[in-house]
Nanobody
Framework: QVQLVESGGGLVQAGASLRLSCAAS????????MGWFRQAPGKEREFVAA????????LYEDSVKGRFTISRDNAKNTVYLQMNSLKPEDTAVYYC??????????????????WGQGTQVTVSS
Protein backbone atom coordinates (compact mmCIF):
# COMPACT_ATOMS: atom_id res chain seq x y z
CA GLN A 1 0.00 0.00 0.00
CA VAL A 2 1.15 3.51 -0.84
CA GLN A 3 0.09 6.61 1.07
CA LEU A 4 0.20 9.96 -0.69
CA VAL A 5 -0.16 13.35 0.98
CA GLU A 6 -0.36 16.50 -1.13
CA SER A 7 0.36 20.05 -0.03
CA GLY A 8 0.88 23.46 -1.57
CA GLY A 9 -2.49 24.32 -3.02
CA GLY A 10 -4.14 27.68 -2.57
CA LEU A 11 -5.77 30.73 -4.08
CA VAL A 12 -3.69 32.82 -6.49
CA GLN A 13 -4.25 35.35 -9.24
CA ALA A 14 -3.82 34.57 -12.90
CA GLY A 15 -0.17 34.62 -13.91
CA ALA A 16 1.08 33.54 -10.50
CA SER A 17 2.96 30.38 -9.58
CA LEU A 18 2.39 27.55 -7.13
CA ARG A 19 4.37 24.46 -6.26
CA LEU A 20 2.55 21.34 -5.19
CA SER A 21 4.32 18.65 -3.21
CA CYS A 22 3.37 15.04 -2.61
CA ALA A 23 5.01 12.94 0.07
CA ALA A 24 4.83 9.19 -0.47
CA SER A 25 5.21 6.37 2.02
CA UNK A 26 4.60 2.65 2.24
CA UNK A 27 6.70 1.46 -0.69
CA UNK A 28 10.21 2.10 -1.96
CA UNK A 29 9.70 5.43 -3.67
CA UNK A 30 12.19 4.81 -6.47
CA UNK A 31 10.10 1.80 -7.53
CA UNK A 32 7.08 4.02 -8.23
CA UNK A 33 6.07 6.01 -11.24
CA MET A 34 4.34 9.18 -10.03
CA GLY A 35 1.96 11.69 -11.51
CA TRP A 36 -0.67 14.37 -11.09
CA PHE A 37 -4.29 14.53 -12.16
CA ARG A 38 -6.82 17.28 -11.65
CA GLN A 39 -10.58 17.56 -11.50
CA ALA A 40 -12.55 20.74 -12.01
CA PRO A 41 -16.18 21.04 -10.83
CA GLY A 42 -18.52 19.18 -13.15
CA LYS A 43 -15.67 17.68 -15.17
CA GLU A 44 -13.92 14.33 -15.30
CA ARG A 45 -10.50 13.77 -13.82
CA GLU A 46 -7.83 14.92 -16.24
CA PHE A 47 -4.22 13.80 -16.60
CA VAL A 48 -1.71 16.56 -15.92
CA ALA A 49 1.78 15.05 -15.78
CA ALA A 50 3.70 11.87 -14.98
CA UNK A 51 7.30 10.97 -14.25
CA UNK A 52 9.12 7.65 -14.17
CA UNK A 53 11.38 6.48 -11.37
CA UNK A 54 14.50 8.21 -12.64
CA UNK A 55 12.91 11.43 -13.80
CA UNK A 56 14.16 10.93 -17.34
CA UNK A 57 10.79 9.96 -18.80
CA UNK A 58 8.09 12.62 -18.39
CA LEU A 59 4.65 13.18 -19.92
CA TYR A 60 2.56 16.34 -19.88
CA GLU A 61 -0.98 17.13 -20.91
CA ASP A 62 -0.85 19.52 -23.83
CA SER A 63 -2.45 22.50 -22.08
CA VAL A 64 0.22 22.58 -19.35
CA LYS A 65 3.31 22.04 -21.49
CA GLY A 66 5.75 24.89 -21.04
CA ARG A 67 4.00 26.09 -17.87
CA PHE A 68 4.09 23.12 -15.49
CA THR A 69 7.12 21.07 -14.48
CA ILE A 70 6.98 17.73 -12.70
CA SER A 71 10.01 16.55 -10.77
CA ARG A 72 10.91 14.14 -8.01
CA ASP A 73 13.40 13.76 -5.21
CA ASN A 74 13.87 10.08 -4.48
CA ALA A 75 15.90 10.87 -1.35
CA LYS A 76 12.91 12.75 0.07
CA ASN A 77 10.19 10.43 -1.26
CA THR A 78 8.53 13.45 -2.78
CA VAL A 79 7.19 14.46 -6.17
CA TYR A 80 6.59 18.08 -7.12
CA LEU A 81 4.48 19.99 -9.60
CA GLN A 82 5.76 23.49 -10.30
CA MET A 83 2.96 25.49 -11.88
CA ASN A 84 3.80 28.79 -13.55
CA SER A 85 1.69 31.27 -15.51
CA LEU A 86 -1.44 29.90 -13.92
CA LYS A 87 -4.75 30.47 -15.67
CA PRO A 88 -8.33 30.42 -14.32
CA GLU A 89 -8.90 27.21 -16.29
CA ASP A 90 -6.23 25.54 -14.13
CA THR A 91 -8.64 25.77 -11.18
CA ALA A 92 -9.25 22.25 -9.89
CA VAL A 93 -8.54 19.76 -7.16
CA TYR A 94 -5.10 18.34 -7.89
CA TYR A 95 -4.41 14.71 -7.03
CA CYS A 96 -1.06 13.04 -6.62
CA UNK A 97 -1.00 9.50 -8.03
CA UNK A 98 1.34 6.55 -8.08
CA UNK A 99 1.64 3.19 -9.75
CA UNK A 100 3.58 0.28 -8.31
CA UNK A 101 5.99 0.00 -11.20
CA UNK A 102 8.81 2.33 -12.07
CA UNK A 103 7.75 3.16 -15.62
CA UNK A 104 5.04 5.41 -17.00
CA UNK A 105 2.27 3.52 -18.74
CA UNK A 106 -0.30 6.05 -19.89
CA UNK A 107 -2.59 8.92 -19.03
CA UNK A 108 -5.72 7.13 -17.89
CA UNK A 109 -6.75 7.30 -14.23
CA UNK A 110 -6.95 3.51 -14.38
CA UNK A 111 -3.19 3.35 -14.89
CA UNK A 112 -2.60 4.60 -11.32
CA UNK A 113 -3.59 2.50 -8.33
CA UNK A 114 -2.81 4.98 -5.58
CA TRP A 115 -4.33 8.42 -5.08
CA GLY A 116 -3.86 11.20 -2.57
CA GLN A 117 -6.73 13.11 -0.99
CA GLY A 118 -6.30 16.09 -3.28
CA THR A 119 -5.38 19.74 -2.82
CA GLN A 120 -7.42 22.67 -4.12
CA VAL A 121 -5.88 25.13 -6.56
CA THR A 122 -7.96 28.19 -7.37
CA VAL A 123 -6.82 30.77 -9.91
CA SER A 124 -8.72 34.03 -10.02
CA SER A 125 -8.90 36.23 -13.10
Amino acid sequence: QVQLVESGGGLVQAGASLRLSCAASGRTFSNLAMGWFRQAPGKEREFVAAINWSGFNILYEDSVKGRFTISRDNAKNTVYLQMNSLKPEDTAVYYCVARSVASIRGTSPNDYAYWGQGTQVTVSS
